[in-house]
């Protein structure tokens, strides 16, 4: 246990291992971040609904271990590259994070502290347990306040970049249990895979990005139902990959 990182299970060789880079809305109390407490509720701090739905996948024995990410996406977003000026963002969604306008000391602090123990307990997992699959798990927002124009009607998106060995098969679990599927939507994992491009493609080891629509996931009853839709996908997955 870490203030950079939770995990939930125990990490098999040959299982399954998930990551949630965003599951928390913590800010340490020696952080200012200068915004509405009000906002640690809503997408830009957190994505809703992962916590709760890792947590069922692990009990639920679909899943292995989960490496959740400790703290808000606002303190540090893990789902970057470390010299990426997103990793420590001045704004979101049209929203400003003053307490994020940091010098380079500031800033090398954060990562020290957050971004690179993350990081370092995953690789550290995964060279002592490799898994056959990675599932990395988000949830998205149904529109975007920046945006509101923007339709985002999918209940579910697959992300992958150059690794899309289980890209058609997890599309074809999901919309098998009646979602609709978005295919690299509302991003694409060529624009955005971070996390999963230095521990899965780094390391040639399986993986889907998964991004749940938050307001499917907002309460138990939807944690359940997606905690159900995902586990069963894992199982085709695995199946797919012993074939």
Known sequence: ?????????????????????????????????????????????????????????????AVDAAILGGVSRLVVDCNRDEDAPGAVSVASDGHAIPGNALDHDGREARMARFFRPYHDHIAATIAAHRPAMILSLHSFTP???????????WHVGVLYNEDDRLAAPAIAALAGEGLTVGDQLPYSGKLLNATMNRHAEANFIPYVGIEMRQDLVGDAAGQRRFAGQLSRMCNKLALNLAG
């Open 1 to 61: 246990m870490s203030e950079a990182w939770r995990r939930l299970g125990e990490p098999r060789a040959g299982g399954v291992l998930l990551i949630g880079d965003h599951a928390s809305a913590h800010v340490p109390d020696d952080i200012d971040l200068g915004i509405d407490a009000a906002l640690l509720r809503e997408h830009i701090a957190i994505d809703i609904g992962v916590a709760e739905v890792a947590e069922l996948l692990v009990e639920s024995g």
């Open 143 to 153: 529109s975007l306040a920046s945006d509101p124009e923007q339709a985002r009607p």
